[in-house]
């Protein structure tokens, strides 16, 4: 665990509540807004795009008062170029492939420059060296981790609550070794974040918006390829079997959402109401009690995992595979029950 002092701590906590409350109220004087989109978005007053902002201030402003290590800074800054690209992306919409390309040269130059990528992977049942291509599944990975964690940014508290989810599981499963300081700041900006999320203490609502997203699971999904890595080099097995489950939930959902859109003849990237959150509302309609099922079901996915791993290494990749496969059963079934549910409160109505 980080051993940041007290009055570091202070400083920050009370630094960055000063400077959300006055933030919240200049996103409105600038009214960077988010739009309020029929059939799509759940929210009918305004809200505000700040979660890009508060994080990139926040993180650079902790780098005077809070002694990183050099791998840490190099994060943050490195998370403050992809955040920005997260704010362009909620004001202008960039397109898809523009998009990738450019989260693509950000990830691929970091983990060149700090040397955080798989030479090999060990999948069980056998070990794959990677080599020249570590880098580029690498960068796939950190990809695939943040556009998975960006489906589940749809109601009040659930990306920040995974996110301090991860960072708890990180402390207690996961080698944190540099990244300890950082980890530590951002699960309090969150926690502070959430303030304006749900509109406390007189603050304006604030939504993360991409710019947000990114930088939270940019940083979470780096502190896991740093903890992989380490465990390689003391020549612990099955490490990369420990990363597929503790993103299990984030990667079943992706592959569930965008399997159903292919059969639906959408493309994956399309927005709407769809995952697992919207479909868990129309049933109980209680989105703190869905948040609160969410991250559960998250740590006991990876803590199930980490379990089958520890017991059956060369089965947890087929296991894996398998509870893949039932976690769309089981939303297929959940959608159809979903659908009826609404389908009655309708006729109720009428």
């Not at 007053?45 to 700040?50: E, T």
Request: glycine share 8%.
């Amino acid at each position: 665990m980080t051993n940041l002092p007290f009055i570091q701590l202070l400083i920050l906590i009370f630094g960055s509540l000063i400077y959300l409350y006055i933030f919240s109220n200049l996103l409105k004087v600038i009214d960077f807004q988010d739009p309020i989109i029929p059939g799509r978005s759940l929210h009918d007053q305004k809200v505000y795009l700040g979660g890009g902002f508060f994080f990139i201030t926040c993180l650079l402003f902790s780098l005077l008062i809070v002694s990183y290590s050099a791998l840490e800074i190099s994060m943050i800054c490195a998370a403050s170029a992809f955040g920005i690209l997260g704010i362009i992306d909620d004001r202008i919409t960039l397109s898809v492939r523009l998009k990738f390309i450019l989260q693509f040269i950000i990830i691929i130059g970091f983990l060149f420059w700090s040397g955080l990528s798989f030479s090999y992977l060990e999948v069980g049942f056998a070990t794959i060296s990677l080599g020249p291509f570590g880098l580029i599944v690498s960068t796939a990975a950190v990809m695939l981790v943040i556009n998975a964690l960006n489906y589940f940014d749809g109601i009040d508290g659930l990306c920040l609550g995974l996110v301090l989810t991860k960072i708890l599981l990180l402390f207690n499963y996961f080698f944190i070794g540099n990244f300890s300081s950082l980890l530590l700041i951002l699960a309090i900006l969150c926690v502070i974040f959430l303030f304006a999320n749900f509109r406390l203490i007189g603050l304006n609502k604030l939504f993360l918006g991409d710019g947000g997203n990114y930088i939270l699971s940019f940083i979470i999904s780096l502190a896991v390829i740093n903890s992989l890595s380490h465990s390689m080099a003391l020549e612990q097995k099955h490490v990369h079997l420990n990363g597929l489950w503790f993103f299990g939930l984030l990667f079943f959902e992706f592959i569930a959402v965008s399997w159903t859109r292919r059969q639906e003849k959408r493309s994956i990237f399309e927005p709407g109401q769809d995952h697992l959150h919207h479909l868990l509302l129309t049933r109980w309609n209680n989105p703190v009690g869905v948040t609160f099922v969410i991250c559960i079901l998250s740590a006991f996915i990876f803590v199930i995992g980490y379990k089958v791993t520890a017991i059956l290494p060369q089965w947890s990749l087929v296991i894996f595979i398998l509870t893949q496969i039932g976690y769309v059963f089981a939303r297929s079934l959940l959608k159809i029950n979903s659908w009826s549910h609404g389908l009655r409160d309708s006729m109720n109505e009428k």
